[in-house]
């Protein structure tokens, strides 16, 4: 008797543990998040990556491994002018994103997968910028690729919006780019966006909608 009172107290005690655990795990990955929202630099982005890398290492969740990814998307762009920087980070993303992806059931959470998408096409994107003419036609095709299967999979997704109106803003006429189609797909991602609410879900891209709009006044 004395044997299965102990026992059955270990197991409290374990599952009491695992709760904390999880909780402090919740906890850190909304303080991160929230300030995300805030982040504008290069260094603002490389602190959070190790802050959602180590939230991802201890939780094993689609969502950390995410933004971890997102954090060194972002970083290639604010240095896609300085092509030499990028490589470490997009290199990273890549890995992260496929990880999240992994994490997922992909018929019962397209829009998640739809999330994932859209950063590794933004992780593409980047390789592109490292040099344009070595890797742009590889990892501009991917970029595409993964970005039209995240619009199958959540039509409605804004980010996947964006992304698309900064690659028709950003690409020559001559190859497909059309400024007036990434106003419209601009407008319509911070449409959607309106009604965004905050939390760990992805929520990002009222400030690149707005951003990019403002080119055009």
């Known amino acids: 008797m004395k044997k299965q009172i102990i026992t059955a107290l270990a197991l409290v005690l374990f599952s009491i543990a695992g709760f904390a655990q999880t909780t402090a795990a919740a906890d850190a990955l909304q303080n991160a998040v929230t300030k995300l929202d805030q982040a504008q630099t290069a260094r603002d982005y490389e602190v959070l990556e190790k802050t959602f890398a180590g939230i991802a290492a201890q939780s094993n969740a689609w969502l950390p491994y995410y933004y971890a990814a997102f954090c060194n998307a ?74 039209r299967q995240a619009t199958q999979l959540y039509p409605q997704n804004p980010r996947a919006a964006y992304v698309a109106a900064w690659v028709k803003y950003n690409t020559p006429k001559m190859w497909g780019g059309d400024k007036q189609l990434a106003k419209q797909l601009a407008t319509e991602s911070l449409q959607h966006l309106g009604n965004a609410s905050a939390g760990v879900n992805p929520h990002w891209g009222k400030a690149e909608d707005t951003e990019l709009l403002s080119k055009y006044k």
Do not use: C, H, W
């Open 74 to 147: 972002k970083i290639g762009f604010l240095y896609q002018d300085d092509g030499d920087k990028i490589e470490p980070y997009s290199n990273r993303g890549e890995e992260q994103a496929k990880k999240a992806a992994s994490l997922l059931d992909t018929v019962r959470q397209k829009n998640e997968l739809s999330e994932v998408y859209t950063v590794l096409s933004m992780v593409y994107r980047t390789k592109v910028f490292i040099n344009p003419m070595t890797y742009g036609r590889k990892y501009g095709m991917l970029s595409d690729q993964y970005l």
